[in-house]
């Protein structure tokens, strides 16, 4: 019996919060809606709530502002919407502070987490999954050797973590992708890319017997 309610929770947990996630997300993005006119609600005219017809609007609202961004008028636009909000003293700090961190991450030229390290962290004995990020120049500068600047995630929360300087002798490149490595941090080590490995090796016994 118990074995049965296990298997069970398998199947639903996952769907559950699966589901739970998207009608957060879709939640969110459907109070756009609300941006427009009332008589232009589509609860208005059609007299009934369509869920996702936010989601729609809001992927319109991005794909019309990196239009209008991409030319000297929408880039003027935005540049003065940037320095009139690097005015505000509060909104100043926020603003700035986000804007530099998905810039480096969204950017398609980026090398945010490009590299998969393992470094010694919390004790020399201890080796942890980090990630490799960019180094200030003025940090590199006051060190005597070689450092890599890296950026330590807690599990099961990848977003939280810390941020570190560590002799580049001392870290261990893995040849590992970083969605690899964030599935290994949330699931702590449950899911790993030992699947993966099964499946080449039947399939090269598979391929050595034809």
Not at 56 to 69: K, P, Y
Not at 85 to 109: F, G, H
């Amino acid at each position: 019996m118990k074995r049965y309610f296990i298997t069970g929770l398998l199947i639903w947990v996952p769907l559950g919060i699966t589901l739970w996630v998207l009608n957060l997300l879709i939640g969110s993005m459907d109070q756009s809606l609300l941006l427009l006119p009332e008589n232009w609600q589509p609860q208005a005219w059609l007299g009934f709530r369509i869920p996702g017809l936010g989601v729609i609007l809001t992927l319109l609202v991005i794909l019309a502002t990196g239009l209008a961004a991409a030319n000297i008028i929408g880039r003027r636009l935005v540049d003065f919407w940037e320095s009139f909000l690097l005015r505000i003293p509060v909104v100043k700090t926020i603003y700035n502070s986000v804007k530099q961190v998905s810039d480096t991450l969204l950017a398609s030229d980026s090398h945010a987490f490009r590299k998969v390290l393992l470094v010694r962290y919390p004790h020399p004995d201890a080796w942890s999954i980090a990630f490799q990020t960019k180094l200030p120049e003025t940090v590199a500068s006051e060190l005597p050797e070689e450092h890599v600047a890296v950026f330590i995630p807690t599990a099961p929360s990848p977003v939280n973590g810390f941020y570190f300087f560590v002799r580049k002798s001392e870290t261990i490149e893995l040849d590992m992708s970083v969605d690899m490595a964030l599935k290994t941090i949330v699931s702590m080590g449950v899911a790993t890319d030992g699947g993966a490995a099964k499946k080449d090796k039947l399939r090269s016994r598979f391929a050595g017997n034809q």
